[in-house]
């Protein structure tokens, strides 16, 4: 490569050097609890699919039917020639499962929170967020160009401490968090986060990516879950339990329309495919009218605890479908990762500087059976014994 262009061979260089170096893993088959990779059955244990809904015959009908009543593409940014009667129906459905005033349907969550948080704030405002948010939480605030302070992870007392001793300099307060982390699977205060917002004057933006379909009796998210009917601005997706693709925010219909006429990542791009729309749309029925699916997750997550008390390996948090495990150092989690993948199990390592410490990190599904989840700790089982581990 000509010469401007020879510092990313470097840069690689520095990547591979310090063993963070990642690539994808190649997967032909249908989204499922066994799929195919490098051409042998693989027992899945990565997908965001909680409900195993993105191999659902009938978002597939949904997604194929869309397809030959509107095309393919959108056509157009929402704005101009990209909305679609499919988008609203979507938006009404979303807001009447989050009970909020209306929703606005972004093509991925990721923009959803950049959009959202770059047009709540801005220069004279803070952004309070705890440390393990999500990327898009993290960078949608730096986009803002608001104050960022991070409080330490979960810990209320720490965001009270920042709230005491900054946020009277600034206009307005986003406080930013994820209801369930992705990385640890823990749950955060939402209750005691929504009382300091009162007691402080600030707006709260909670990320439900993990826990839209799964948490609440409606399947709404923790929000449902704890009773929450305040006013937030909630965000979600629609590509982990809905099985299609997409983001959303919900709120008060002022909020909305605001973010129509100011969220760039929504103005400024093309409107989500006929096709991802009608499977979000039909997701967002299945959720409501069959909770069987989320007893189906948690009598899982049940039986995957057993499983693993009965073993001695600990997990970081059993209070989601995400389940992360202390096997050892990065080495030696690596290790447990490349022995579960000889045979046959994907849950792959995630290691610094994604996380702190290296663990195994572990998804549930609703659509695994006993015998799968049985394999899965009989398989880390005989890996801790023939490494070793302690
Ligand atoms: C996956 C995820 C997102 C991004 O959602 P996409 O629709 O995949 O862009 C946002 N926040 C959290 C916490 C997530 O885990």
Redesign the pocket.
């Known amino acids: 490569m000509a010469k401007p262009y020879d510092w990313i061979g470097h840069a690689l260089q520095v990547v591979h050097q310090a063993n963070w170096h990642r690539s994808p893993v190649t997967i032909s088959s249908r989204a499922d609890t066994v799929v195919k990779i490098d051409d042998r059955d693989t027992l899945m244990f990565a997908s ?1 699919n909680y409900l195993g809904l993105a191999g659902d015959p009938r978002l597939i009908e949904a997604a194929i039917a869309a397809t030959q009543t509107y095309g393919t593409g959108a056509t157009g940014s929402r704005l101009v020639s990209g909305h679609l009667d499919l988008h609203q129906e979507l938006e009404t459905a979303i807001a009447s499962l989050k009970q909020t005033e209306a929703a606005l349907v972004f093509s ?6 950049l959009g959202a948080i770059a047009s709540v704030v801005g220069a004279r405002d803070l952004v309070l967020q705890d440390a393990y948010n ?1 990327s ?2 993290k960078n949608g605030a730096i986009l803002s160009g608001a104050q960022v302070i991070t409080y330490s992870h979960a810990n209320i007392s720490s965001l009270a401490r920042e709230l005491e001793q900054h946020r009277d300099r600034y206009r307005r307060c986003l406080i930013t968090t ?1 209801t369930v ?2 990385m640890d699977g823990d749950l955060c205060p939402l209750g005691e986060i929504m009382d300091l917002a009162d007691r402080y004057d600030c707006m709260v933006l909670v ?1 439900e ?2 826990a839209t379909g799964v948490f609440g009796d409606r399947g709404a998210g923790v929000t449902n879950a704890l009773g929450i009917n305040r006013p937030l601005i909630q ?1 979600g ?4 339990a809905l099985g299609s ?3 959303y925010v919900a709120g008060s219909a002022e909020l909305i329309d605001f973010l129509r006429n100011r969220a760039a990542s929504w103005i400024y791009t093309t409107g989500l495919s006929p096709a991802d729309t009608a499977a979000a749309l039909a997701a967002v029925k299945i959720i409501q009218t069959e909770p069987q699916r989320r007893q189906q997750l948690w009598q899982n997550l049940t039986a995957l605890k057993q499983a693993l008390s009965a073993v001695q390996i600990e997990p970081f948090s059993t209070d989601s479908q995400i389940v992360a495990l202390k096997v050892g150092d990065t080495t030696q989690t690596l290790n447990v990762a490349a022995y579960l993948r000889q045979n046959d199990i994907f849950a792959p390592a995630i290691r610094p500087p994604t996380v702190p410490t290296a663990r195994i990190r572990l998804t549930l599904m609703a659509t695994h059976t006993i015998e799968q989840i049985e394999a899965l700790v009989n398989c880390l089982t005989k890996c801790q014994s023939e490494l070793a581990l302690s």
Do not use: I
């Not at 991925?108 to 929170?113: F, P």
């Not at 997706?237 to 982990?240: C, G, N, P, R, V």
């Open positions: 965001n991925s969550g990721y923009l959803a929170n999500h898009c939480l994820d982390f992705s990320d990516a993990h965000v997706t629609l590509s982990k693709l997409g983001g």
